[in-house]
Every structure is written in structure tokens, then in C-alpha cells.
Nanobody
């Protein structure tokens, strides 16, 4: 299973970005998915997770109300809509997949994407 994250870039504070995670080599609709990020000198952080059918989602307090996770099983793709971005959101963002949402939430997914850099300027 391969995960390809894209959509990162440079944005001003208050702006928006939408990240995408395209999945190939497996049955996308069977996987729970999640977004993580890691900033320099900080631990990896789970931002959001979504169940296989989108019926269950989770958000970290740091992004709740600003970020929205979604998925399109017909396109084998997961998204992260990020609004009202702040300089503290600067990090490498990773998508991940697992057989169950619990694996995502405890930080041990089975598959990882390569990461996409998001830089938010003040």
C-alpha cells in the first residue's frame, strides 16, 4: 500500500490549504485514515482521523474547528481542509492508514505517506 500526500506549500497566517492523500496498492475503503504532523524539535502529533466510511472522525484540540478531515472512497483519496492557519501549524504533514481507527489514534498506523511541508508565515 502506497500513500502519496500533496498540497502543502507556503501560506500567510489566516489562509487556507487543502492536503490530499492518494492511496494505491490496497483497498482504500477498508482502511481508517489519519493526518499527523511533525514540527522541528517537536514530537509527532495526531491531528485528525476518520473511519473507513467517514462515519467517525476525531480531531486534536489544536486543530478542532479549523481543520476538517474527509475522504472519497471512489477516488481512493483522503483530504485535510485547513483554515485559519497559524505560524504554529508549520510542520511536515503525513497521512497514514490502518485497519482500524484505534491504531491511528494511538499513533501506530500500518502505512505512512512521505509527508508534505506546510509553512505558515506571520
Amino acid at each position: 500500500v502506497q500513500l502519496q500526500a500533496s498540497g502543502g506549500g507556503l501560506v500567510q497566517a489566516g489562509g487556507s490549504l487543502r492536503l490530499s492523500c492518494a492511496v494505491s496498492g490496497g483497498t482504500f475503503s477498508r482502511y481508517a485514515m489519519g493526518w499527523f504532523r511533525q514540527a522541528p524539535w517537536k514530537e509527532r502529533e495526531l491531528l485528525a482521523s476518520i473511519s473507513w466510511n467517514g462515519g467517525s472522525t476525531y480531531y486534536a484540540n489544536s486543530v478542532k474547528g479549523r481543520f476538517t478531515i474527509s475522504r472519497d472512497n471512489a477516488k481512493n483519496t483522503m483530504y485535510l481542509q485547513m483554515n485559519d492557519l497559524k505560524p504554529d501549524d508549520t510542520a511536515i504533514y503525513y497521512c497514514a492508514a490502518a485497519d482500524g481507527e484505534r491504531q491511528i489514534r494511538i499513533g501506530f498506523p500500518t502505512y505512512w505517506g512521505q509527508g508534505t511541508l506546510v509553512t505558515v508565515s506571520s
